[in-house]
């Protein structure tokens, strides 16, 4: 398997707070990985600046093989890199048939077609001419996964996709994604809850204060590690 | 009945204001850029059609042939130049760039046209009438601006809500980085919206001049009454805007029939009434929810 993305000294700013700081790391083909760490450790945004949505400070972003450090977000999105980002930001006045047809836009031919999107999230199937506003968590959730796929991605970056919504919601969405891991999709994911995190992913990285602080398969890893890594209790101690 | 021939001519003067509106709904309406040198491209479209009806000796309506794809080109321009760069400072900024741009070309008119009047040839078609009774007669022209701007403003609904292009232009209006992110490429979808706002104001601009003679100075009153159009008619809704117009245009009949001096004067209280009536059904609206809540 060689490497679809590589990410490079990545250095990432919000103004003078630094987020994302000196980040390498690399996503083979068909692997799923799992971006963990607390709020503010820069998950966000480096998956932002992966999607072209941040302009990143320093280092390089390769995708394939090509260099796509400046190359414009929708650029992006039409050699195969799609982000369903945090809080779903689906386009409110717009029917979750026309958040889905807009997606399009990449021209990216692929399995994904509305038609395909509905059969994947049946609950949106009655739904398809409501306004995305007038939707629930977990349908705005779908809706806004099933934007992504539109673009057929080769690489999809699932940011905190089961913020906000109830337990029972999530393992529905949670469900979908596993369908798609299995389909050899290629995810990184951002999230919150570990034990989530660990049940899908090949591989775990995790996020301390804009660096990666631990880094291995689930089933390498335990418990006590990542917790340790995901609130930095050793620095906190050395102190 | 008078009042039958006050109302029928108010309704084909909204087409006139509907037709300059269409511009502006696409512009104000969905992308949100207020526009002040809407009039002023409309006028220079005007001018344009003189040029070429001139210079090539053809009719008005032959001249929008040359007059329309130059107008895309300018309004492409305009957007990639100007309005892009302003967008990126906040909302205010284009309001203050267009001001701008309305007095450079009002100037630029006076330059190279001088500040008499001209005046557009209407063909045939603009002496020609309908007397339907002995009271009420229909200028064939009126018909043809009224069926115009239908025609552009059902359009561009179409356009809006059944195309790729009008997709990615309200996804774009709604949430431009998330645009980007399921690959719109967000600066050509608003270069090319424009580029369509300025022809349908150039149209909208030949069709003035065709009705009434033009100096450089020409449009503002116009574009106030667009304007308003495109707010009574709802913000966002092209056909809304076209009902918007017809309303104006039939007040401002009404308002002349019983004193001239009241043409004006009703088109602004039939506006303002329509701020208040959805000030206060909003109110309420919020009140209820309100109430709801506790």
């Known amino acids: ?239 | 009945m008078i009042w039958v021939s006050v109302i029928v001519h108010g309704i084909l003067l909204g087409g006139v204001y509907a037709l300059l509106a269409s511009g502006l709904a696409l512009m104000f309406g969905v992308m949100r850029i207020i526009n002040l040198a809407h009039g002023s491209l409309a006028l220079i479209g005007a001018y344009m059609a003189y040029l070429v009806a001139e210079h090539f000796h053809f009719s008005t309506y032959l001249a929008l042939v040359l007059v329309l794809p130059g107008a895309l080109l300018v309004g492409y321009v305009l957007q990639r130049s100007m309005l892009e760069r302003s967008l990126r400072a906040g909302q205010l900024i284009p309001l203050l760039t267009t001001f701008g741009l309305l007095i450079v070309i009002a100037n630029l008119l006076q330059y190279f046209f001088s500040p008499n009047v001209h005046s557009l040839n209407m063909g045939a078609i603009g002496s020609a009438s309908w007397q339907v009774s002995s009271t009420l007669t229909i200028a064939w022209f009126d018909v043809l601006t009224f069926g115009v701007a239908v025609v552009v403003l059902v359009g561009l609904e179409l356009v809006l809500h059944y195309t790729q292009l009008g997709r990615e232009l309200r996804a774009t209006a709604e949430d431009a980085d998330t645009a980007e992110l399921v690959g719109i490429n967000a600066r050509a979808v608003y270069a090319r919206a424009t580029a369509i706002a300025v022809a349908t104001a150039a149209l909208a601009g030949v069709f003035y001049g065709m009705r009434s003679s033009f100096d450089p100075t020409t449009g503002a009153d116009q574009l106030l009454y667009a304007f308003e159009a495109v707010v009574i008619g709802g913000i966002g809704s092209l056909w809304g805007t076209l009902w918007g117009g017809v309303a104006l245009g039939v007040a401002q009949s009404i308002g002349a029939q019983i004193d001239p001096e009241y043409f004006a004067l009703a088109g602004h209280v039939v506006f303002l009434a329509v701020l208040v009536v959805r000030a206060t059904v909003q109110g309420r609206g919020l009140q209820l929810s309100l109430r709801g809540a506790g």
């Not at chain 1, 083909?29 to 998950?43: F, I, T």
């Not at chain 1, 050699?79 to 809080?87: F, M, R």
């Open chain 1, 1 to 239: 398997m060689s490497a679809l993305l590589e990410v490079d000294a990545l250095d990432a700013r919000h103004g003078l707070l630094q987020a994302v700081r000196q980040v390498s790391f690399e996503v083979a083909e068909g692997e799923s990985l799992a971006l963990v760490g607390a709020n503010g450790a820069g998950k966000t945004t480096l998956l932002r600046a992966i999607a072209g949505a941040h302009r990143p400070a320093g280092g390089r972003v390769l995708f394939a093989g090509r260099d796509i450090t400046r190359l414009a977000a929708h650029r992006r999105v039409k050699l195969g890199i799609a982000l369903v980002p945090e809080g779903r930001r689906l386009f409110p006045n717009l029917t979750v048939e026309e958040n889905l047809r807009v997606a399009a836009a990449s021209r990216r031919s692929g399995p994904w077609t509305v038609q395909a999107v509905l059969e994947a999230f049946p609950l949106l199937q009655p739904l398809r001419h409501n306004r995305a506003a007038s939707l629930s968590g977990g349908e705005q959730q779908a809706t806004a996964i099933g934007r992504a796929l539109m673009t057929n991605p080769r690489l999809l970056l699932l940011d905190e996709v089961s913020l906000g919504l109830a337990p029972v919601v999530v393992d529905g969405v949670y469900r979908s994604l596993a369908k798609l891991l299995e389909s050899g999709s290629t995810i990184v994911l951002v999230e919150q809850d570990l034990r989530r995190a660990m049940g899908v992913a090949d591989r775990v990285l995790c996020m301390l204060e804009g660096r990666i602080v631990l880094e291995g398969a689930p089933a390498d890893l335990t418990r006590e590690q990542v917790t340790e890594a995901y609130f930095g209790l050793r620095q906190v101690a050395g102190a």
